[in-house]
């Protein structure tokens, strides 16, 4: 039976201006059909033509034009309205239901049937106990989102496209059917001379070419015929395969239904909603667009940053060095176009969002910079520390999510070729997850290592260093308003944000006092620092004015988008815990009453708010432990 069809497409597509090499045969595995060698013919040379396919025997939204299913959907929706991809599908299907009234009968038929729920192997023909090799990957997500889509698309069409009795023969099995023919097997409408339209073509023939990254062919247009022709001799037997091109095995399993072990063009998915999209692209357009900018300053515009992408990857360039130190030249991590870039627009804060302006800034990321390095502290800026941890975060919480479910899977063993597959898949994203968070994490360990003085502030410097009179009436006041002095009994008792913002207070007293000395390991930082944050913040109320509850408007000020209401409360339990401490100890930094206002511990609140960054607690045992709130001491780059 499948030999007569194979047969009768071969007939049919020579017939019509097709062309097969005679040393070539349709063959069938489990998987489909494919192309191959004949067993007993010559090798083929470079050069040969394997297959050609006339433009009239392709089938896209061209021939959806002349269509039953065109004109119904124009007469009852409008053309501006119709979806070309869908038109195509709902295209196939008419001729699918034609039968062997249709021109294209022979090549629908040795295409896999609707009725055969093995015949693809893409996810969404998969059975649950398949499915559950999935769980917890990006793929599981996008698969079950891919059904929602194509269901939302399939109603909307049959509303518009079927009345009556007609419609029990347009069912969600034949949508999908069409669906994942035309994303398995189709072309982009680039691939047609002088084709303009955004749609995808499917070219008989030419799509019994299996993918194999390694494959060397040519594709070569000849008298409005797509030809396929081969660049390296192909033996006896051997199957013959075209080359897609590097395509990640998420790409190839959601569209094709296939995977390759160690693929060379492996990705883990990454991406930003549309809505942090469209924050993303309107940052940089007002930047673009600012007149107040000096040309030299201004980012240059390549064509690949004119929008920003939603979907975005990163992979590893070689093997992942899990085991020795990682030198920046020897990064193997990398990340897509500009994502790093757009990344830490994403994450900027207010001060850093107004600094930009629609300049460049002193420590913000190059157009080109597809990998996290940092030569020296001089490179680190609290953005790209922010992007660094967030990262961290980010790909840790994926690799967690694919462990967890891994735990489901230990004492299964793949029973099927779908099963095989997504075990294959689940093994490459763990390999480029591991590969990439090793080097994050040992950039992280270094940063740490030379923190504070790099800017980086975590709950045990300001315990410990600093002005010795910082110090001691710091941790006197912590007593009382935590009940201990101990770094990690403050985090158990979620008190990080009271003492950076109780210490930001004694530190901006004591410059307004005493003055600070500059021979603690912050040395110079802690000086520059707090200028910086009085040019960049304005300096604080001195007086303990009343505080309205709206935000202030000036441009300088209103960069804290916090709640006024319940700053206030938090400000006022602060002074209360400064006033016991001050009953106690008469004489420390905190009995100047004139100068700890309500506004200067607001101030202070919003300040650590702003210019602290969460990352992972590089010393931590357990996934489950907390995370790490440190402060980062950004100062102009030229002045550290």
Request: one cysteine or more; hydrophobic letters at 35%.
């Amino acid at each position: 039976m499948e030999s007569r069809m194979s047969e009768a497409f071969e007939e049919w597509f020579v017939a019509n201006g097709g062309y097969i090499n005679p040393s070539a045969e349709v063959s069938r595995s489990e998987l489909g059909n494919y192309l191959r060698v004949r067993p007993k013919s010559s090798t083929l040379e470079p050069g040969s033509t394997i297959v050609s396919c006339p433009r009239t025997l392709t089938i896209s939204f061209a021939n959806v034009r002349v269509s039953p299913v065109f004109s119904t959907m124009i007469l009852n929706v409008g053309i501006e309205s119709i979806d070309r991809i869908v038109l195509t599908r709902l295209f196939l299907i008419e001729q699918y239901l034609l039968g062997k009234e249709s021109f294209w009968w022979p090549y629908i038929q040795i295409l896999p049937q609707p009725d055969n729920n093995y015949a693809f192997h893409t996810p969404l023909w998969y059975e649950a106990e398949d499915l559950l090799w999935l769980q917890g990957t990006n793929l599981g997500k996008a698969t079950v989102a891919r059904q929602v889509e194509w269901k939302r698309e399939f109603e909307d069409a049959m509303r518009y496209l079927c009345t009556g009795s007609e419609q029990r023969f347009w069912t969600w099995q034949l949508y999908l059917w069409s669906a994942t023919v035309i994303s398995s097997r189709t072309f982009p409408s680039s691939a047609l001379p002088k084709e303009h339209l955004d749609s995808p073509v499917l070219i008989p023939g030419l799509d019994l070419l299996n993918h194999s990254p390694t494959a060397k062919v040519a594709w070569v247009w000849s008298n409005n015929t797509c030809n396929i022709e081969i660049d390296e001799p192909l033996y006896p037997e051997g199957e013959i395969f075209n080359n897609y091109g590097p395509k990640s095995n998420e790409e190839l399993f959601m569209g094709y239904g296939f995977c390759i072990a160690d693929n060379p063009a492996d990705t883990f998915g990454l991406g930003f909603s549309k809505a942090v999209s469209k924050r993303i692209q309107t940052t940089k357009n007002a930047r673009q667009s600012n007149k107040g900018s000096l040309l030299q300053d201004r980012e240059p515009l390549e064509a690949d940053d004119l929008q920003v992408a939603e979907q975005h990857w990163v992979r590893l360039k070689g093997s992942p060095m899990l085991e020795s130190k990682i030198n920046a030249e020897q990064l193997q991590h990398e990340f897509s176009s500009n994502f790093l870039k757009h990344f830490s627009i994403a994450l900027e804060n207010r001060r850093e969002n107004h600094q930009h302006n629609g300049r460049k800034p002193s420590n913000g990321w190059s157009i080109s910079q597809n990998a996290i390095t940092f030569n020296d502290s001089i490179d680190l800026s609290r953005n790209k520390f922010h992007v660094l941890n967030a990262l961290i975060m980010l790909l840790e919480k994926s690799r967690a999510e694919i462990r967890q479910h891994d735990t489901l899977l230990l004492n299964k063993k793949a029973a099927n070729q779908r099963q095989k597959d997504a075990a294959t898949y689940r093994s490459g994203q763990l390999t480029i997850l591991d590969g990439t968070l090793a080097e994050l994490n040992q950039t992280l360990t270094t940063i740490f290592e030379d923190s504070p003085t790099n800017g980086v502030v975590q709950l045990e410097h300001i315990l410990t260093q600093g002005p010795k009179m910082l110090v001691k009436d710091f941790r006197s006041l912590l007593h009382v308003a935590v009940g201990t002095r101990d770094a990690e009994k403050i985090r158990q008792r979620g008190g990080v944000d009271c003492a950076f913002t109780l210490w930001l207070c004694c530190l901006w007293v004591l410059r307004e006092t005493t003055g600070l000395d500059d021979e603690t390991l912050l040395g110079s930082r802690l000086v520059l620092w707090l200028d910086f944050l009085n040019h960049t913040y304005g300096c604080p109320p001195p007086t303990q004015d009343e505080l309205s509850i709206t935000q202030p408007q000036d441009p300088r000020t209103d960069r804290f988008a916090s709640d006024a209401a319940a700053d206030l409360m938090i400000a006022e339990s602060y002074l209360k815990a400064i006033a016991a401490t001050v009953e106690k100890h008469p004489k420390s930094l905190y009995s100047n009453k004139a100068s700890i206002t309500v506004s200067l511990m607001i101030w202070c609140l919003n300040i650590v708010r702003e210019e602290g960054i969460r990352c992972p607690n590089t010393n931590r045992k357990a996934v489950e432990e907390e995370d790490e709130y440190v402060l980062f001491l950004e100062v102009p780059r030229q002045q550290t």
